[in-house]
């Protein structure tokens, strides 16, 4: 529908453009203004005090509000910490597109972003969902809520609600002026009732927040608290019992560990003193096997000597005794000449000299 507009601007403006040489005067084709918003959208709950929630829906879902009057209070905010809302987005789902005056039904109402259109004016306006967020049933935390509504007054609950839900819309608008008889034409020309209307502005772009309200005691009333806040309550409890027993059982099983790791450790320790009193022991047997070994090297150089000395007596001894042997039976032989042989026992009686004198030649054959 946009688009039509758009081309029916352009066609306008040719046509206008075609004209303007031979004569001011303007022929367009009316335009139709102010038809009604769609009820879809008609039909939402659109609330001033909380356009300040237009960057950040998914914050003003869960919120719980007090209307009174024409002031809003945003009290608190009951939602899950695991479950937030879930959020969607569009740029292209355009609601309503038209060009509206003065006689606007909803001129001036928040949901066109309070736009004021007045005589003598129009207002082109196109509105399109951008934005939405909401809590699935199952992501209500219920119990929060009773638990809160308990000692809360009933003047006070009949004004309160809770958001469900929200929508964040945008609103462009853009003014148009009538053109005078006399006044140049320019930007984008239309005419409607035979009047001309112009504009060389921009779009100007607003954001309108509409909301899914569930009041307070309405949503008291589809719960049974008490029964929310018993069941809680006893699963609190058995939550708390298991959590004991369970706190009970690591108690048990620290202490378990705590002597196992202290027998552990005795063991360790034991097995340290075993071991040094081994190391000690180990210590003096490699001393006393030093020790030992000393006299074994001390004993053998010792039985060496003993040995050398026994070896250097008996053969001192053998030479003694053949010494003494030697005296008592020297053999002299005596040869003569002729190759005779005298063999004595004693020169006692007998020198060399003599026996030489008498022709013998002296030779010691054997000692």
């Not at 309108?208 to 589809?222: F, H």
């Amino acid at each position: 529908m946009l688009i039509r507009l758009y081309a029916f601007t352009f066609l306008c403006l040719l046509a206008t453009a075609a004209t303007a040489q031979s004569s001011r005067k303007i022929k367009l084709t009316p335009v139709s203004l102010g038809f009604d918003l769609p009820d879809s959208y008609k039909q939402r709950t659109f609330v001033k005090g909380l356009a300040g929630f237009v960057n950040k829906i998914d914050q003003l879902v869960g919120a719980m509000v007090m209307l009174d009057d024409n002031k809003t209070s945003v009290l608190t905010r009951f939602v899950r910490q695991d479950k937030p809302p879930v959020v969607t987005t569009s740029s292209s789902d355009v609601i309503y597109s038209a060009k509206i005056d003065s006689k606007f039904k909803f001129n001036g109402a928040y949901s066109i972003a309070s736009t004021k259109v007045d005589k003598d004016k129009i207002c082109e306006i196109v509105i399109t969902d951008i934005g939405y967020a909401f809590l699935p049933e199952d992501y209500i935390p219920y119990i929060e809520i009773c638990r809160a509504a308990t000692n809360v007054a009933p003047e006070t609950r009949r004004k309160t609600y809770y958001i469900r839900s929200a929508k964040l819309t945008t609103v462009y608008t853009r003014l148009y002026q009538k053109v005078l008889s006399d006044t140049e034409v320019g930007g984008v020309v239309f005419s409607v009732g035979g009047e001309v209307f112009s504009s060389s502005d921009q779009f100007k772009v607003d954001y309108v927040v509409s909301v899914d309200l569930v009041s307070l005691e309405k949503l008291l009333s589809l719960q049974n608290c008490n029964d929310l806040i018993n069941n809680e309550e006893i699963a609190r409890r058995e939550k708390a019992e298991q959590a004991r027993i369970a706190a009970q059982r690591a108690e048990e099983e620290r202490n378990a560990r705590q002597q196992e790791l202290a027998a552990a450790k005795a063991q360790v320790e034991e097995l340290k003193k075993t071991l040094n009193d081994n190391i000690a022991r180990t210590g003096e047997m490699q001393r006393a096997l030093s020790e030992a070994q000393d006299k074994e090297h001390a004993a053998l150089e010792q039985l060496n000597t003993a040995i050398r000395q026994a070896n250097l007596l008996s053969a001192q001894a053998e030479q003694a005794s053949a010494q003494a042997d030697s005296r008592e039976e020297v053999i002299l032989t005596f040869k003569n000449k002729d190759g005779k042989v005298l063999e004595i026992k004693s020169l006692e009686e007998l020198s060399e000299e003599k026996l030489r004198a008498l022709g013998f030649d002296v030779e010691i054959l054997k000692r």
